[in-house]
């Protein structure tokens, strides 16, 4: 496995459902950010773990929770969702002070869908 | 005012054709400038990468960043129909998590 391994790929829950997204990178890597990406809208930041310390949530709603259990791995706890909800769900990665490459890796995604 | 404003498209131009893509924005702190590239039902890819101001060129890809004007471009020369995705600029201050845009559509005709 290399890169940025996001699962499930596609996910449809209704909204009493409780569920979670798994991201995991192989890069070694010291930061993971969750991004949200809907249609004709810019990538929505959600949450950044730094060092397995979350270090920004920008007023996300409590229905979604993270998880980050070590620098490798990042979890996304989703209850009680809206409609609204549904969108791109994004995970990425970034060593955090190389500014020689300041970019992120990006997961494929999971295409999350609220019924 | 958004931080960060991208003309969401969709451009298409004929194969071969030299394609601009450009964003502005408004926060004079970025320091850090990206190119993303997304097809369908895939995760953003980097392209290009640029850290103040000048250009950068890699293949058929140049990127420019005009810090005076709050501008950047990324410039596709002979396109290819491979190269329909769409393209997000991004940038950041190094102090906190990148900004997007919310990218421009491309579509290379054959």
């Known amino acids: 496995e290399t890169g940025v391994t996001q699962t499930p790929r596609h996910l449809v829950m209704g909204m009493t459902n409780k569920k979670s997204l798994k991201c995991e990178q192989h890069?070694?890597?010291?930061?993971m950010y969750w991004y949200k990406q809907s249609a004709k809208k810019p990538l929505e930041l959600m949450f950044v773990y730094s060092l397995e310390e979350r270090v920004e949530n920008n007023s996300v709603p409590s229905r979604f929770s993270p998880e980050c259990p070590n620098s490798s791995h990042l979890f996304l706890h989703l209850h009680t969702l809206q409609p609204e909800d549904s969108a791109l769900y994004l995970c990425a990665s970034s060593q955090v002070g190389d500014t020689s490459n300041y970019g992120y890796t990006f997961g494929s995604g999971t295409r999350l869908t609220v019924v | 005012q958004k931080e960060v404003e991208q003309d969401p498209g969709p451009l298409s131009v004929p194969e071969g054709a030299i394609v601009s893509l450009n964003c502005t924005y408004s926060n004079s702190a970025f320091q850090y400038f990206m190119w993303y590239r997304q097809y369908s039902r895939k995760g953003p890819e980097l392209l290009m990468y640029t850290y103040s101001s000048g250009n950068k060129e890699d293949g058929r890809f140049t990127a420019q960043v005009d810090k005076s004007s709050k501008y950047i471009s990324l410039f596709i020369r002979d396109s290819q129909p491979s190269d329909s995705a769409t393209y997000l600029c991004a940038m950041g201050t190094g102090r906190r998590a990148l900004t997007f845009g919310s990218g421009t559509r491309l579509q290379v005709q054959p």
């Open positions: 890069l070694g890597h010291n930061a």
